[in-house]
């Protein structure tokens, strides 16, 4: 079942975040590294960060475990709930970002010119009233990770990314300056709106009203704040390193924006993804045990999770450190990019591959405390970190690259703080082989290039990644026998209800 369903996943997420990459390409050539290219990237992004720092990632948290012990009508009667309580806080933050604008702006984007704060502020606007339905989508698209639908679920990104594509082709060709805002804001809402109507027709028959339905007891409160905090904080870091950035100038937002997109891409398609697929396995397998010691099916599952993320995340830290010119190149060396900007890119991109590391497993760890009901650490271990950045950019530290590394060292922390947060029982769960495999065919690879001449063609140096990451993956795979016998262990067949 793993199989068939992180192939079909795999495939959607992957056209989803081609089709991202390919909306932020689009945006380097109409925009370049301008002032209006800070605009555009803060609006466009500013929504669904907002729905994650509040509601995506803590709704899994939180509502995967509840429901793992709930039948179709409980679940459905808990989504009713939650869905009326996110969209009333939605339009209340709506209005107050509304109001706030301005000083939102100088927050958010302090390297902007004065002349361009009134259009950022515009943009605000636009991303406030997108904002309720980005929420709702956030909650819809976690009944869909529980019902294990994950074509719904990563289809709804590629009705928004077609949609925004659509508004940016249409922004370069029929306006200019300033008035490509309004028409990105539009597009911004219309995205918004067929996503939802997506993922409102994927959900299950019962979902349909509330009304009539045996109400099941909502986590507590503790809970909720425990969740928000664990999810909002690892996306707060990359979002503030990227404002802190923004100081160094006008474009500089839209270049670390872009440098951080080559490091999510592999994030999201093969670190998150693998902790997606097995959250509700783990979920259901360590249900009941508390701190206490899990199963043979729940250690399977974890140990797998664990050799999987972290051997993904190490190939695609090879294909980054191989290939990150040459990316760069291919995604946003047209237009109005510059070749100065576009070594920046490849520079800081290949500084941030290291962070993927420690991030894989901090993934999977977050799965395991997360179905344990133990946030805690977790939240210590990005507050921690929160305040270090800080601590950066209050020393006055604001190069991309060396904001890069300093994520690096505090992904780092995060992950030591987590993994140890599992329990007496983390040091079985790691892989040990697996991940001294993959980590040491890094390193040979790391050596290899700094020696070898780097290629000069977009074509070679693609093909050098995947070689690359295609040798570390193998390491991993020659390893250890778990990772061949992964498409059993990580998703059990759901009870009958």
Known sequence: MLLKAGALSLALLLASRLLGLLRESALAATFGTSGLADVAVLMLTLPDWLAGVLASGALGYVLMPAWASQGPAQVASTQWRVGRALLLAGSGLALMLVFVREPAVAWLAPGLPLGMRGVAAQGLVWSAAALPAALLAALWGTRLQHERDFIGMYSGSLVVNVSLLVAIAGASLAVAGTAAVPWLGVGLLVAGGLRLAWLRWRQPPETATGVGRPEARLPATAVWVWAVLSASLPLALPFLARSMASQAGEGALATFNYAWKLVELPLLLAIQLVATLAFPAIARA??????????????????????????????????????????????????????QALETVAHWGRTGAWGLLPQALTAVALTVLAAQGRMRAAVLG??????????????????????????NILFAGVAAISVAATGREARRWLPWRVMLSALAALLLVAVALWLLPSPRGVLQGVALAASCAALVLGSAWLAAGELRGSSRPMIPAAPHD
Do not use: N, Q
């Open 286 to 339: 360590l249900m009941g045990t508390g701190s206490g010691v899990a199963s043979a099916t729940a250690s399977k599952s974890i140990r797998v999770a664990f050799a999987l993320a972290f051997s993904l995340a190490c190939a695609s830290a090879a294909g980054l450190l191989a290939g990150a010119p040459a990316l760069a190149r291919l995604l946003f060396g047209w237009g109005r990019m510059d070749p």
């Open 382 to 407: 990005y507050g921690l970190a929160l305040a270090g950045l800080m601590a950066a950019g209050a020393a006055g530290i604001k190069d991309g690259g060396t904001l890069m590394m300093i994520l």
